[in-house]
């Protein structure tokens, strides 16, 4: 993304596939995501607006974030609650990511000092491995190593770190595509590795950058439509 520009959109439509240890399939969500990042005051601000298009158990829920405050909409019970502190880390219908894993919206930069420790190759590519740790409290991982590919600058694999050193999640980056001009991967697996199961695929369908969407998905408006 160009730190020069002011607004950047990015829409996107993705499945979920939650997989068990014995490579069953526990589940399928297709999910719609509309995301708007606004760079203000020399900072980032993220916006973003979920919808569930299937299972038909979940359809219609929606999820809202503002700036730091998350939203959800129930059709089943046509509530709307707001989730903030412990309860962003609960798991996303059953998956291994955390509804503050799905709303992460700070740089990486404004929150964690970076450097390279070690020059490797991770399937058949060269890659940076970087070390990231937290410079700020409050965050879900005070520490995480990437592994980067040189050419395509892209992560690959990810894991994700308490703050006593233990491994919390590993994420793996894959079918890596040039869209617009920049490499995307299409493929991530994130795998809790305290819980059981080989992890979730989060599959995304469709990509379009800077696409031109409604100011109108950004307001708890758009929850109860």
Known sequence: ?????????????????IVDKSSNLISKNLNR??????????????????????????????????????????????RTIQLSGHLLRQSVIGSDL???????????SEVYVAKIIQEDSYNESP????????????????????WVDKNKFVPLKENLYA?????????????????????????MNYKDVLKD?????FIILDVSFNSKIPEGYFSKNILKK
Not at 1 to 15: D, E, G, P, V
């Open 33 to 78: 995501i509309f995301y708007r990042l606004k760079f203000e005051n020399h900072k980032f601000k993220e916006n973003n607006f979920t919808e569930y298009l299937f299972p038909e158990r979940e359809k219609g829920t929606k999820m809202l974030k503002l700036n730091e405050r998350l939203w959800i909409y129930s059709p089943t019970t046509d």
């Open 98 to 108: 955390s509804y503050e894993d799905m709303m992460e919206e700070k740089r990486l």
């Open 197 to 201: 199961g080989k992890g979730t695929d």
């Open 163 to 187: 703050k006593s050193g233990t491994l919390l999640k590993t994420t793996t980056f894959s079918d890596i595509r040039k869209i617009n001009k920049r490499w995307f991967p299409m493929k």
């Open 1 to 17: 993304m160009c730190a020069l520009c002011r607004t950047c959109r990015l829409w996107l439509r993705n499945k979920l596939l």
């Open 127 to 146: 890659v940076w491995v970087m070390e990231l740790v937290s410079k700020v409290e409050g965050l879900a991982y005070h520490k995480r190593v990437l």
